[in-house]
Structures are given as structure tokens and as C-alpha cells.
């Protein structure tokens, strides 16, 4: 386990007006900045934790790739995108560095696909092919524990940026979570919702240490629903909620927009910056641990022994731990208790922390 003191992690912020990415410490203090020209969201790190790529957020046009070196100002090589095509803010590098597979849309066709990057010394991020991803909008994608296998979450929703973040197939919506071989883009697994649930979005991953996948979804119908907004799923079997009292579904009003593991891989965090709270699970039961509020909170990413680090729109980092016991922060009941404080607890003024925050 390494040390709390030697954490690093990514992010994008707003600082002073500008967009950038940052490396920094758990407490906020820079290593290196990167300049964006617009909005970041997630990243992608080999698995050295030597390089990494900052993509934009969606519609991203834009997605740089640079070296955790540790210069003030981190230096970046451009991904060229093919024209009809834009980022959807998420990739992953293979196992041995060697090739970066991005989510993309190919708005012109209105087809989900990978872009597959080469990424090997010298060769600057060529972009050497791409696969359909089996749906439309493909937000997340992770690499499974085999190494040779990428899990998607298609949102199901087909935008153009012509037109910014409309849906433009509300009524023909089909979220779904694929399974596909890395080397080739052949679909092993597709495992789709009901009809009636077809406007929830798939859209945020993340693995825990069975291998489970979890995924957090965002419902887009104004019909006053408040659906289970995570499911998890493991190979073969079908997509399931955990269980949690129904005033937490509530409170995340439609909205997850992170997921993420703990360095154990046994406690799985989903945060909700419109519900203002992150939720805490048990990976092996399938039940909520624990909650904690926090005002826009939306980045979450592994934090010392068990807990996780949080950023907020506000400025705000700070970190838990989640409650242990067989329902911790939630009675036999489903009664929510008063969730735990956060601590450290660090604010910046002038500055907002984007979407997605990653470990190094």
C-alpha cells in the first residue's frame, strides 16, 4: 500500500478563468499544471503511472497526452481526431502501454466506436483504427482484470454537436454495458435494460476486487421517476442494483456522475454533484455502507487505506473513510444517520474542481 504522504492524482479545474489540468497531492499542492483550451474531464494513466492523456469534456475535440515527469508546466502532444468524430472524455491504456483506446462518436454516422491510438515511443498517438462499441454514446471505458477484454458503458443517447447535449433519440434510447476484446473490437457481451428503464443512462465504471463491474447511470425523462442509479454486473449474469432505502435515490436526483473503487477494491463510492452527496457500497454484499454530503461534489478516487479523496465544484478537497459494519452509515431500518465528518478538509478560493479525479 503506498503511503498517504506520496499520493498523487489528476484533475481538471477552472482557476482564475482558465481551464487546466493538474497534478497535485491529496491537499490540493501543485507538482505540475497543464493549460487546456477548453473544459477536461477523465484520463487515462498507464499502468507505469509514467504518462498520462487528459481528454475534453463531451463533445471533446480535443484529448493531450504528456509525461508525469514532474516539471512546472507539464509538456503535451495532441491526439488528431478523424473529422465527424469527438472524445466522450474517458480512455484507457493497454496493459503494456503500447495502445490508448478512447471513446468517441462518430456524430456524421451516429455510431458509437473506440479509437485506438498508438501510443508506443516515437509513434505520437497515431490513431491506427477503431471498433463499433454495440450502442450509441459510449461514455466509460475500463480495461477488465485479463487484461484483453474492455468494458463500455454506452449512455444510449445519440448527440451531435451541432446540437450540444440533446438527445436526439429520446424515444429510441438503448443504454447498454459491452464487453469487447481489446486486440480485434469483436463484442463478447452485451447486456441491455428493460424498455421501461431505457432512458437511463450507463454511463460512469468501475471494478472491484471480485471483478464486478459498477456503473453509475444518469435517468434523462422529466417524468419524476427516481430510478436505482447504480447496477452492477458480473460476466454473464444481468445487470442488478445494489440494495439502498429509496429517500438515497432520491436525494441523488437522477444524477451520478463518478464511480469509483477503493484501493482495496472491497468499498465502491458514487457521487451526485446535483444531490450533493457521494454513497458508499460494500462490493461484496451489494449494499450501501455509508453516505456523505458534500455541495457539487463530484470527484472521487482511492485515498490512503480504504477511504476515498473528494473534489467539488467549490473548491473543496477533502477525504473519508466510510463507516464499516454490516449496513454502516444506514440502520437495519433504511433509516439514513448523520454521515461521518469529512477530514482533511482544504478550500481554494477562485477555483473549481472538474468531474473526475484519478490516482496516479
Partial sequence: MRSMATETYLSSRRRGGRDECVWCDAQGRVKAVLPLPRRGHSFAIDGAGARAVVFGRQPGFFALAFRLAGPARLEAEELVLPDGHHFYGHGVFAPD????????????????????????????????????????????????????????????????????????????????????????????????????????????????????????????????????????????????????????????????????????GTVVATSSPLGGRVLFWDAAGGHLLDAVALPDVCGVAPHGDGGFLLSSGHGVLAWHKPAAGPAGGVSAAGEHRPARSLAPHSVQGDLAWDNHMRRV
Fill in 97 to 264: 502501454g503500447d495502445y490508448l483506446y478512447a471513446t468517441e462518436n462518430d456524430y456524421r454516422r451516429a455510431r458509437g466506436v473506440i479509437g485506438v491510438y498508438d501510443a508506443r515511443a516515437g509513434r505520437g498517438y497515431r490513431r491506427v483504427g477503431e471498433f463499433e462499441t454495440g450502442g450509441k454514446g459510449p461514455h466509460e471505458v475500463l480495461l477488465m482484470p485479463d487484461g484483453e477484454t474492455l468494458c463500455v458503458a454506452n449512455g444510449g443517447m445519440e448527440t451531435h454537436p451541432d446540437y450540444g447535449k440533446s438527445i436526439l433519440n429520446a424515444a429510441t434510447m438503448q443504454p447498454s454495458l459491452a464487453y469487447l476484446d481489446r486486440r480485434g473490437g469483436r463484442l463478447l457481451e452485451l447486456r441491455t435494460l428493460a424498455d421501461e428503464w431505457r432512458h437511463l443512462s450507463i454511463r460512469h465504471l468501475a471494478i472491484d476486487r471480485g471483478g464486478q463491474v459498477w456503473a453509475g447511470c444518469q435517468y434523462a425523462n422529466p417524468d419524476g421517476r427516481r430510478p436505482a442509479l447504480v447496477l452492477r454486473h458480473s460476466r454473464g449474469g444481468e445487470l442488478l442494483p445494489p440494495a439502498c432505502p429509496p429517500d438515497q435515490w432520491r436525494a441523488m436526483r437522477n444524477y451520478v456522475g463518478s464511480v469509483t473503487a477503493n484501493a482495496r
